[in-house]
């Protein structure tokens, strides 16, 4: 068992039971073929990682920009840390990489080299997959004495050009932040309002109409 820690749509629970589930969630572009194994994660907890979050790329599930982890950044990124098998994970992080994944059609050598990535990650704080995005696993530390486990972009925030998200997106991240943390709507604004790749194009009052609406939604 390990601890998957989502930084963003993956906060709310719902929203990850479509990458263990499978299927197209409300609102998105993209059909999840799911995990083998289709139990819902043991427990989660809420988590505070050293860094920060910023949005960059091109989503093709929302459209705008994806949520990736930067532990140079400074402060502390909010997350939520789900107890999954060593499967499960091997399966989330193939659909976040556009791998195969699921019971049918999962790509045979992903899971070993999973495998042996998240033993370098617990080793040495970092390993890689791939060039791709997420496809670095990241160990910023270990929950109950079993490893917190990752991933992201190979490059920070300082490296590529920032993206701001799409509202749909954002207004997940929002209902994920007040689901794992229980914060009322002006920290989740003002966390969200001073991510990279939202600071220089949304307003901060639009930051927070927005997830105002997302949590009335939710």
């Known amino acids: 068992m390990l601890w998957y820690v989502a930084y963003g749509s993956?906060?709310?629970?719902?929203?990850?039971?479509?990458?263990?589930?499978?299927?197209?969630?409300?609102?998105?572009?993209?059909?999840?073929?799911?995990?083998?194994?289709?139990?819902?994660?043991?427990?989660?907890?809420?988590?505070?990682?050293?860094?920060?979050?910023?949005?960059?790329?091109?989503?093709?599930?929302?459209?705008?920009?994806?949520?990736?982890?930067?532990?140079?950044?400074?402060?502390?990124?909010?997350?939520?840390?789900?107890?999954?098998?060593?499967?499960?994970?091997?399966?989330?992080?193939?659909?976040?990489?556009?791998?195969?994944?699921?019971?049918?059609?999962?790509?045979?050598a992903l899971v070993p080299a999973t495998d042996a990535a998240i033993e370098a990650a617990v080793a040495n704080g970092r390993a890689t997959l791939g060039p791709g995005r997420y496809e670095t696993l990241v160990c910023p530390g270990s929950h109950g004495c079993v490893p917190l486990l990752t991933f992201t972009a190979p490059e920070g925030a300082s490296a590529v050009r920032c993206r701001p998200p799409a509202p749909i997106y954002l207004g997940m991240i929002a209902r994920g932040l007040r689901e794992a943390h229980d914060w009322p709507a002006e920290r989740i604004t003002s966390y969200l309002a001073a991510r990279p790749g939202v600071a220089d194009a949304w307003p901060p009052d639009a930051v927070a109409a927005l997830v105002t609406e997302a949590l009335a939604a939710g």
């Open 10 to 108: 993956n906060m709310q629970a719902a929203r990850l039971a479509w990458y263990i589930g499978g299927g197209c969630p409300p609102g998105g572009r993209r059909t999840y073929p799911g995990c083998r194994d289709r139990r819902p994660p043991s427990r989660s907890v809420p988590v505070s990682l050293p860094g920060g979050i910023y949005f960059a790329g091109e989503s093709r599930a929302w459209t705008g920009g994806m949520a990736f982890y930067d532990p140079h950044l400074p402060g502390q990124a909010a997350a939520r840390a789900y107890l999954v098998t060593r499967e499960q994970f091997a399966d989330i992080a193939a659909q976040e990489m556009y791998r195969p994944a699921g019971a049918a059609d999962l790509a045979p």
